[in-house]
């Protein structure tokens, strides 16, 4: 087997699926029942603040009630484990809270989080819990003008320089519970095959892209995660 020092592993909604959080674009998914121009865009927000404000709330208080599952738990191990190896970076498209529960400390929330509000007067972020549709006065500045700190469509996801950087660098580039429908993301498997890594998909099904992972492995990712993880310390 071919030596792997990089890693960069991409999660996405189907990683806290088993968790009890809704996925997007899965039978009863959020977009079947939220219009997507209506609360994920920066137009919608406009039109209707508090339509928005209320759909992050509803999605932050559901965090409360949720869990990490074995696969968030097997990556922060992978984190912590992967040491000197080599580098490890965890880039999700979640807004969840659910790798940092499971033990990962460095993972790139490339979609932002929901436990984090942006100053729409002062543009500062900061940590964030509660209900935003109170219309709460930002911490600094004191206007209640914060909104979530989630890219929406139409927005540019964060830390796409640290993210490319990593993938130039990456033996080895891991897609898991991700439909490949939304770019950026659903291209840095392209972006990785071109720079040389070995690519491996985990996923419920094929995703959009699948045709571009050497490997898809399918299954619930509360089984398969752990196991590849066990697989990838022993070597
Ligand atoms: P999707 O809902 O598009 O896809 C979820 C994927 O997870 C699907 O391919 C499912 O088959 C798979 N899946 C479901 N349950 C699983 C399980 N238990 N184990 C493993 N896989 C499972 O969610 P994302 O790909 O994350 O963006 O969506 C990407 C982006 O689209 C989101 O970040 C969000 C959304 O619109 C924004 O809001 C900007």
């Given at each position: 087997m071919e030596d792997i020092r990089n890693i960069v592993i991409l999660t996405g909604a189907g990683i806290s699926a088993e968790s009890g959080i809704d996925t997007f674009r899965d039978a009863g998914g959020l977009w079947e029942q939220h219009r997507v121009e209506d609360v994920?865009?920066?137009?919608?927000?406009?039109r209707d603040p508090d339509l928005v404000l209320g759909f992050y709330d509803m999605r932050r208080e559901a965090l409360a009630r949720v869990e990490p599952n074995p696969a968030h738990h097997a990556l922060g191990r992978l984190e912590r484990e992967w040491g000197e190896r080599g580098n490890l970076l965890i880039v999700t498209q979640n807004v969840d809270d659910l790798h940092e529960r499971g033990g990962a400390k460095g993972v790139l929330h490339m979609h932002g989080e929901l436990k984090s509000a942006l100053c729409l007067a002062c543009e500062?972020?900061?940590?964030?819990?509660?209900?935003?549709?109170?219309?709460?006065?930002?911490?600094?500045?004191?206007?209640?003008?914060?909104?979530?700190?989630?890219?929406w469509f139409g927005e540019m996801p964060y830390q796409m320089?640290?993210?490319?950087?990593?993938?130039?660098?990456?033996?080895?580039?891991?897609?898991?519970?991700?439909?490949?429908?939304?770019?950026?993301?659903?291209?840095?498997?392209?972006?990785?095959?071109?720079?040389?890594?070995?690519?491996?998909?985990?996923?419920?099904?094929?995703?959009?892209g699948s045709h571009w992972f050497h490997e898809s492995r399918l299954g619930p990712a509360g089984e398969l995660v752990p196991l590849w993880v066990e697989e990838v310390l022993a070597r």
């Open positions: 994920a865009t920066p137009e919608g927000f406009a500062m972020r900061c940590p964030f819990d509660g209900a935003m549709s109170d219309r709460p006065p930002c911490p600094v500045c004191q206007a209640p003008s914060l909104r979530p700190d989630v890219v320089e640290r993210i490319y950087a990593a993938i130039r660098k990456a033996d080895l580039f891991v897609s898991i519970g991700t439909s490949g429908a939304v770019y950026p993301a659903a291209g840095f498997v392209r972006d990785a095959l071109d720079c040389g890594a070995r690519t491996l998909e985990l996923n419920l099904e094929r995703s959009e």
